[in-house]
């Protein structure tokens, strides 16, 4: 083994160089134990040299990397703070809508609901974060998720209330008698008076609006109608019920233009005006009724100027 290694260390190696331009040649001698080392360290410096650029390459990647994502959170949370912002503006408009409206503190809502809501002090802690750089930012990303969303979902909550008492609202105003059946004079009011026929003591279940005869007589407000045609005392006569307890009627009419089961809008024509019936002359015999009660339809006629 002895004499492999001295051999291996006495063994020589030569080079020779020849220019191509015919100029002399060069001889390098040297060691093979000697060339095997060059070899060895610059295949060394090398392999270093490698390892030295990878690692700074995947540094600057890592960092790149880390730079862009916070960036990109800061972005999320900059949206997401926006949001909080415009969902903070529609709560006040809510609430201006509730107390104008009347209905009553937002907060029942969610508690009706079963959620929860942000106190001050949970917005507060919110826009902070825009200013914070930290590791937890993907958690503080989905935490501000959670919050907006919840916010949003007490939100909407809170508008289908407010919207449901608004339809509410708007059926009960069309169900409103607001109008003049016709256009003419009152010639007999509401309450206690003689029969214009008998003289007899009696009672005026409405008022008696006078105008030419086949004058339009128009709805009140919107309903079904539920009878339309002859009763004693009334002539031909039109019953409109409206909804919410509102009922009205249009009595001594020479002609009706609707049938029992027709949906009729406020202003629409039910019929004309006669003399039909109990009458002394042409005239609308009209009546507003709640939960079939009588009560003085001049409650419910604009006044005229």
Sequence with gaps: MSHLFKSYFKKKM???VVPHDGGKSVQIKTNLFVLHLLVF???GLV???AMAISKDVNYQLAEMTAQRFKTN???ILGELETNRVLLSRMASVDTQFRKLLKLGDRKKVFELNGMGGP???D?????RLLQEKN????NKVDASLKLSNQQAAQQEESFKEISVFLDKQRSILAATPSL???KGWITSGYGKRASPLTGEPGRHMGVDIANEANTPIRATADGLVTYAGWQAGYGRVVAVEHGFGYGTRYGHCARIDVKVGDEVKRGQILGYVGSTGRSTGSHVHYEVRIHGMPVDPEKYLPKVD
């Excluded at 917005?123 to 826009?127: A, I, L």
């Excluded at 590791?135 to 993907?138: I, K, P, R, T």
């Design 14 to 16: 030569t080079f020779m």
């Design 41 to 43: 360290i610059f295949g």
């Design 47 to 49: 392999t270093w040299a």
């Design 73 to 75: 959170m800061t972005e």
């Design 119 to 121: 106190t001050e002090e």
């Design 123 to 127: 917005s507060t802690r919110f826009s």
């Design 135 to 138: 590791e937890h930012l993907l």
């Design 180 to 182: 003049w059946p016709i």
